[in-house]
């Protein structure tokens, strides 16, 4: 499914002493199939255009499309509840929304909403369980039980039960060990290429953003400043203007480039030396 958003602008508490424009007239485009890094510094909007995709949030003006079906600021719950079911998003902290007795109930009861019955989203909910390698002698456990690492796969599994065209991971592998780190992102990774979804990831983690993103989509104080390929886009010396990323992450992915065997050519002398 191909979102696209058109002069998106999102004003928290409008007309109230506490006005706060968060978006600022925001036009793109998420195609199909890509895997998109959302970056920016705090406060510069990501996680509030993030709940516009899928409906959390509505607009304060302009669209958002997601496929054939528009959000706009008086849209009924109706169609919202219905672009839920197609664009997936996982919270940060994720397992903080576990509730159910067991692991398999828990990411049973994401299908059942969705009107599927027992024995289907058993079936779904086992086959997404072994798919984030959670091992069958959890199935039965209560999920408060697991350690931290476990039970976030617990969580993101219940998301992928609902099998979601795009999936949305806000800061998906905070307070993670290395370990646990690398061992999610790339079972992300897998996911969008085996399953062709498509998949937007709001990360501060710029080494993520350079090893596993198609594009980047840059945020600053509300606008979009800068979107195109991730390396084009670490390659640009306008990012540097913008003050959008700090320094030292530019720092780590011009040495990521090297190792890489990347030209530097193209790269502002100014880039090199901080
Ligand atoms: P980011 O995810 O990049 O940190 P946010 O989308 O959370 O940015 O926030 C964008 C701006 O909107 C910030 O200035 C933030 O303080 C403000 N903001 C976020 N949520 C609210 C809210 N519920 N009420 C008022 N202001 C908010």
Redesign the pocket.
């Given at each position: 499914m191909k979102l696209h958003i058109e002069n998106l602008t999102v004003v928290?508490?409008q007309s109230t002493p506490?006005e706060?424009l968060?978006l600022n007239n925001i036009t793109t485009t998420f195609e199909e199939g890509v895997y998109y890094g959302i970056v920016?510094?705090?406060?510069?909007?990501?996680?509030?255009?993030i709940q516009t995709l899928n409906g959390l949030l509505l607009p304060s003006s302009g669209t958002v499309y997601a496929g054939d079906l528009a959000l706009r600021k008086k849209t009924k719950y109706k169609y919202v509840h219905e672009v839920k079911k197609h664009v997936g998003m996982v919270f940060q902290f994720p397992e903080h929304q576990l509730f159910e007795e067991t692991v398999l109930k828990d990411v049973m009861f994401g299908p059942k909403n969705m009107g599927l019955g027992e024995k289907e989203a058993k079936s779904k909910a086992e086959y997404y369980l072994e798919l984030m390698n959670v091992d069958n002698s959890l199935f039965k456990e209560s999920p408060f039980e697991l350690s931290g690492g476990q039970m976030r796969k617990v969580a993101i599994a219940g998301i992928l039960a609902m099998e979601p065209e795009v999936l949305i991971l806000d800061e998906p592998t905070a307070g993670l060990d290395p370990k646990s780190h690398s061992e999610t992102m790339r079972l992300f990774q897998q996911i969008h290429k085996d399953m062709g979804i498509t998949i937007i990831l709001?990360t501060h983690d710029m080494n993520d953003v350079f090893e596993y993103t198609d594009q980047v989509k840059l945020?600053s104080g509300?606008n979009l400043v800068r979107e195109g390929r991730t390396e084009d886009l670490l390659m640009d010396s306008g990012i540097l203007e913008n003050n959008a990323l700090e320094p030292p992450d530019i720092v780590r992915l011009m040495k990521d480039l090297k190792k890489k065997g990347r030209s530097f050519e193209s790269v502002p002398r100014n880039i090199e030396d901080f």
């Open positions: 928290y508490h506490f706060h968060a920016g510094h705090t406060g510069s909007g990501k996680s509030t255009l709001v945020l509300g």
